[in-house]
């Protein structure tokens, strides 16, 4: 609900739909080359999908049919970069505004042509199941997996838009043992870490020396990695959604790519400790007790796969 990065609650449903399909869809790998996809906005600082979002939402309060089908059917790699640029402290650019395009162009293109541009449209006839039944009846995953921007088979980008329709209450479903976290970079390097999954030797030298790996590889373990937080969300008790909204902060707050708090210790109090922990992390570690990297620097070495994709 936060009105810095998502529509009011005010706004017209198909407008907010069509405001989280497009975005979502270009929630991948911000940062470009060699710089950090961060700066100031209207006062305030961004980084990352914060900053993609805030400038997305920026553009909707103007005008919200800047996200309209047919203008993303048409819109070009000039007009990505205009509207995700910052110019605070320093200019800095989303990576790769073309591959955005793109997709956004395919995304508004199918959209209109298959469900008269309308994202309603497109989840009234998912029959209100995230995966098809038994008679292959429905399932929003399958319909999403059309769409070059939602087409990756771990489903990172399709269960992240679930996760906003479903806490926004845009949507309904009926089976819920189809949901799964969406496994990105952060969830990757946190169940690599602790042991929520263990790979081959074999991979985890391949991950330690921040080896390419293949697209089939990194699918293959963002899927397991997807199935192995929905035992964790059954032993616990919670959704993988809460699941998603503790480790992804925590991945990108605390077990860091470099310098993971286990070895740094905390600096300061991030929104992990202020808002996501009961007791606050006590400048630890809040997983040290079972995490398998916490006292084992090999262990710690490993991180998620290094791979081209738009999928997350």
């Not at 995966?131 to 999403?144: D, F, Q």
């Not at 390419?212 to 929905?230: C, M, N, P, V, W």
Request: glycine share 4%.
């Amino acid at each position: 609900m936060n009105p810095q990065l998502f529509p009011p609650q005010t706004a017209e449903t198909e407008d907010t739909l069509r405001f989280f399909f497009f975005v979502t869809g270009i929630d991948h790998r911000t940062s470009p080359p060699g710089q950090s996809f961060e700066g100031v906005v209207d006062d305030e600082y961004f980084r990352g999908a914060d900053l993609l979002w805030h400038l997305s939402v920026r553009r909707f309060n103007q005008n919200p049919n800047f996200f309209h089908p047919t203008r993303m059917a048409k819109i070009t790699a000039q007009e990505v970069r205009e509207w995700l640029t910052v110019t605070q402290p320093k200019p800095v650019t989303i990576r790769n505004p073309a591959e955005r395009a793109a997709l956004l162009r395919d995304s508004g293109t199918l959209l209109m042509n298959k469900y008269q541009g309308s994202v309603l449209n497109l989840l009234q006839k998912a029959h209100n199941r995230v995966s098809p039944n038994s008679r292959r009846k429905g399932g929003l995953l399958t319909l999403l997996s059309e769409f070059q921007a939602y087409e990756d088979p771990a489903n990172k980008k399709s269960f992240l838009l679930l996760k906003f329709l479903l806490r926004r209450r845009l949507w309904a479903h009926d089976d819920v043992d189809s949901l799964r976290i969406p496994v990105d970079n952060h969830l990757t390097r946190i169940a690599l870490r602790t042991g929520i999954v263990t790979v081959s030797q074999k991979l985890a030298n391949l991950l330690r020396s921040h080896t390419t790996i293949s697209l089939k590889t990194d699918i293959s373990l963002r899927t397991t990695i997807g199935d192995a937080y929905q035992q964790v969300g059954i032993a616990s008790e919670r959704s993988v959604f809460e699941l998603d909204d503790f480790f992804w902060h925590f991945g990108r707050e605390c077990c860091v790519f470099d310098a993971p708090v286990c070895v740094a210790r905390c600096q300061a109090h991030c929104f992990v400790s202020k808002n996501l922990l009961t007791l606050g992390c006590q400048n630890d570690c809040p997983l040290s007790s079972v995490c398998l990297a916490y006292d084992d620097s090999d262990q710690r070495s490993l991180v998620e796969p290094k791979t081209k994709t738009w999928y997350y």
